[in-house]
């Protein structure tokens, strides 16, 4: 796909987090430490199921790519965003605008299926143990990422071709910090019909789709807890169920939040703050919430620790 703009605009001004010159720099030194913790932490537990054959399962495979996922997503905004703290202009170019576009809706996209595809493995491993081997045999799970990464490199695609079509004529400021699709849609002179379709469409489906896989995968799973006879089994049922239901919880919550439109003055702000939440801080808690309480990844880390004292 060629970046060819019928537009008269070849940059966008980024409007950023805020107008006030005191707070960029502190800004620019607490994102900077969040996107750090955000790469160390998904690398480090990458590192870890890569290094633990204990942990070559389903779970931590696709454990796995979510991590890998975050660290793209952040790495696709962040970077710019931080440069834009310290700039004296914050501009983007059109192709790197609709580049950001392009590879912000691919990781978001792929995340929600790879979190659909983490919650149907929790309803096999608990509703049907006995079939786990084969209904999430290598093949089964790569095959589900495969399709994660396809759907949302289609989804993107989608996205970006529908933007490029826009015309920008002399507006070019982005009141946010990131290329997104509404940001844009309020910038242009052209009719954007077609493109609200197909953004109500595109996200639609991937929404209803992976949340629905989502709520009816732990709803079997709670029916199927409901009948256990013990408390044990329920107690452990649960806490394999419990980082999934935090991460999903977290990831549409504020996404629901940002995109929800409230009537009132101050919802440009408040839409800045949920999305930075979204796209800054789910990411990076996403390791702590898979590693805490988590048995099999502590596990892991003294093996490491044995290694390298030994």
């Known amino acids: 796909m060629t970046m060819e703009n019928a537009s008269s605009v070849s940059e966008f001004i980024l ?3 805020t107008d006030q010159p005191k707070l960029q720099l502190p800004l620019f030194f607490l994102f900077l430490l969040n996107y750090l913790v ?7 537990l990458m590192i870890l199921v890569c290094l633990n054959s204990h942990l070559h399962t389903p779970m931590y495979f696709y454990l796995f790519n979510l991590s890998f996922i975050d660290i793209c997503y952040s790495s696709v905004f962040t970077p710019k965003m931080l440069i834009n703290f310290i700039a004296d202009r914050n501009v983007i170019s059109y192709r790197g605008c609709m580049s950001q576009l392009f590879f912000f809706c691919f990781f978001v996209n792929s995340e929600c299926y790879v979190l659909t595809a983490m ?4 309803y096999v491993a608990i509703c049907k143990p006995l079939l786990y081997t084969t209904a999430m045999s290598r093949q089964v799970c790569s095959l589900l990422m495969s399709a994660s990464y396809v759907m949302g490199f289609a989804g993107a695609m989608v996205h970006t071709g529908c933007m490029m079509r826009l015309i920008f004529c002399d507006s070019n400021v982005i009141n946010d910090y990131l290329c997104d699709i509404f940001p844009l849609l309020q910038l242009s002179c052209s009719s954007t019909y077609v493109n609200e379709i197909v953004v109500s469409a595109v996200v639609g489906t991937v929404v209803i789709l992976s949340s629905l896989i989502i709520f009816v995968s732990y709803a079997l799973i709670l029916f199927n807890i409901c009948h256990m006879p ?6 452990k049922a649960l806490s394999t169920c419990g980082s ?3 991460t999903v919880s977290l990831f549409y919550g504020f996404a629901l939040l940002t995109h929800v439109r409230l009537p ?3 919802f440009v702000e408040q839409g800045k703050f949920y999305t930075v939440f979204s796209t800054n801080v789910v ?4 390791p702590l919430i898979y590693s805490l309480r988590n048995k099999d990844v502590k596990i892991a880390v003294k093996k490491i620790l044995k290694r ?3």
């Open 283 to 286: 990411p990076m808690l996403n």
């Open 38 to 44: 955000t790469v160390v932490g998904n690398l480090y």
């Open 308 to 310: 390298i004292t030994n």
């Open 119 to 122: 919650g149907y493995d929790r």
């Open 244 to 246: 999934h239901i935090t």
């Open 264 to 266: 009132s003055s101050g």
């Open 15 to 17: 409007m950023g987090l």
């Open 230 to 235: 013990s408390s044990k089994g329920w107690s």
